[in-house]
């Protein structure tokens, strides 16, 4: 199958050249036309937590918590 595609590249160069040539074109006007909502972030999740542990430490609270 690999052989059947090499030789039918090596045959038909400019078969091979035109479809090379139609890809990059398709990705460069979808590329230049493609709309952009918004930018991800790419921080990471957090979330906040209010707890009171009367008589620990933040550390051992942290630790439990978490």
Same mark, same amino acid.
């Given at each position: 199958?690999?052989e059947?595609?090499?030789d039918?590249?090596v045959?038909n160069?400019?078969i @091979?050249l035109?479809i090379y040539?139609?890809?990059i074109g398709?990705? &460069?006007y979808f590329m230049?036309? !493609?709309?952009i ?10 979330? @906040?937590?209010?707890t009171e ?6 550390? &051992?609270?942290?630790?439990?918590? !978490?």
């Open positions: 199958m690999i059947k595609i090499i039918f590249s045959n160069r400019f @091979i035109i040539l139609g890809v398709y990705g &460069i230049i036309n !493609t709309p909502d918004s930018i991800q972030d790419l921080s990471e999740n957090q979330v @906040i937590i209010w542990w009367m008589g620990r430490s933040p550390q &051992i609270i942290e630790d439990q918590i !978490t």
